[in-house]
């Protein structure tokens, strides 16, 4: 049973970090990942993703300041955010691409997905 679970949310100033973790049961290591993020509101948009050989790309409202890595010993995904800005406050969902889309931004090609966990930025 495949299962994603994020930690690390919560609530921080202005230029703060931030380090999201996304713990994967299943086969971690041939699947590509993905970070999206969700404010009130709006639509659910692509952060960054992971691709199974280590690769990233990132959204680029936030390259530069964020940082995906993944741990395949350990089956988990990270996300590092550095001077957070008001702007990133969203809930954060880690996401698995089984079928090898790479570092697809397209919510569509991913099939399994977290329950997310909140990051609130004040000004």
């Known amino acids: 049973q495949v299962q994603l679970v994020e930690s690390g949310g919560g609530l921080v100033q202005a230029g703060d970090s931030l380090r999201l973790t996304c713990k994967v049961r299943?086969?971690?290591?041939?699947?590509?990942m993905g970070w999206f993020r969700q404010a009130p509101g709006k639509e659910r948009e692509f952060v960054g993703a992971i691709n199974r050989s280590g690769f990233a790309a990132y959204q680029a409202s936030v390259r530069g300041r964020f940082t995906i890595s993944r741990d395949n010993a350990n089956n988990t995904l990270s996300l590092q955010m550095n001077n957070l800005k008001p702007e990133d406050t969203a809930i954060y969902y880690c996401?698995?691409?089984?079928?090898?889309?790479?570092?697809?931004?397209?919510?569509?090609?991913?099939?399994?997905w977290g329950l997310g966990t909140q990051v609130t930025v004040s000004s």
């Open positions: 299943g086969r971690f290591n041939e699947w590509d």
């Open positions: 996401a698995a691409n089984t079928v090898g889309g790479g570092t697809s931004s397209y919510v569509g090609h991913y099939d399994f």
